[in-house]
Antibody, heavy 118, light 107 residues
Framework: EVHLVESGGGLVQPGGSLRLSCAAS????????MSWVRQAPGRGLEWVANINQDGLEKYYLGSVKGRFSISRDNAKNSFYLQLNSLRPEDTAVYYCTRDHSVAANDYWGLGTLVTVSS | DIQMTQSPSSLSASIGDRVTITCRASQGISKYLAWYQQKPGKVPKLLIYGGSTLQSGVPSRFSGSGSGTDFTLTISSLQPEDVATYYCQKYNTVPWTFGQGTKVEIK
């Protein structure tokens, strides 16, 4: 059975940093692209970033480019999102998802809440 | 970037009604279109990918059609458990943009 478990969310002041983690199991993680998708309170879904199998290809939403950094550790079946220079508008539930070239985001974690507020 | 526009933003229908949601891409995306269902307080769930392929375990009352720029999600007979917000998403190139969502309620 597939499991994606996020951690690392919390309350942070504007300008602060957080590191989100996602632990994966139940599928061949090292051969999968992975993504982060976020959802602000009461709002829609927003794709944030993704990373390829070996971590050498990374893509970002324009509004987070230069502030967020995606990475992965295939030995630990985990990937990460480093959030820097956080803004109130980054407040959201952050979901980790598996990318499938045919089936889009087929597996999702339960999400971790990031709140940016003073 | 390619923009995804869903319509309507919300709808109310009776049990058993046929419900149709449309999604339009600002540029052609071939068949790289997925539909998700998000029930209140829950994680999004993949319903359809490739424009028309039903994800395993999804009831057959859901169907998808379209290619290029215009796509449709149809619920052939609305059930109480279908109350949710539905999102389209294009995934041919990054960013994998979502539509703004369509909230489906029971009349």
């Amino acid at each position: 059975e597939v499991h994606l478990v996020e951690s690392g969310g919390g309350l942070v002041q504007p300008g602060g940093s957080l590191r989100l983690s996602c632990a994966a199991s139940g599928f061949p993680f090292s051969t999968s692209w992975m993504s982060w998708v976020r959802q602000a309170p009461g709002r829609g879904l927003e794709w944030v970033a993704n990373i390829n199998q070996d971590g050498l290809e990374k893509y970002y939403l324009g509004s987070v480019k230069g502030r967020f950094s995606i990475s992965r550790d295939n030995a630990k079946n985990s990937f990460y999102l480093q959030l820097n220079s956080l803004r109130p508008e980054d407040t959201a539930v952050y979901y980790c998802t598996r990318d499938h070239s045919v089936a889009a985001n087929d597996y999702w974690g339960l999400g971790t809440l990031v709140t940016v507020s003073s | 970037d390619i923009q995804m526009t869903q319509s309507p933003s919300s709808l109310s229908a009776s049990i058993g009604d046929r419900v149709t949601i449309t999604c339009r891409a600002s540029q052609g995306i071939s068949k790289y279109l997925a539909w998700y269902q998000q029930k209140p307080g829950k994680v999004p769930k993949l319903l359809i990918y490739g424009g028309s392929t039903l994800q395993s375990g999804v009831p057959s009352r859901f169907s998808g059609s379209g290619s290029g720029t215009d796509f449709t999600l149809t619920i052939s007979s609305l059930q109480p458990e279908d109350v949710a917000t539905y999102y389209c998403q294009k995934y041919n190139t990054v960013p994998w943009t979502f539509g703004q969502g369509t909230k489906v309620e029971i009349k």
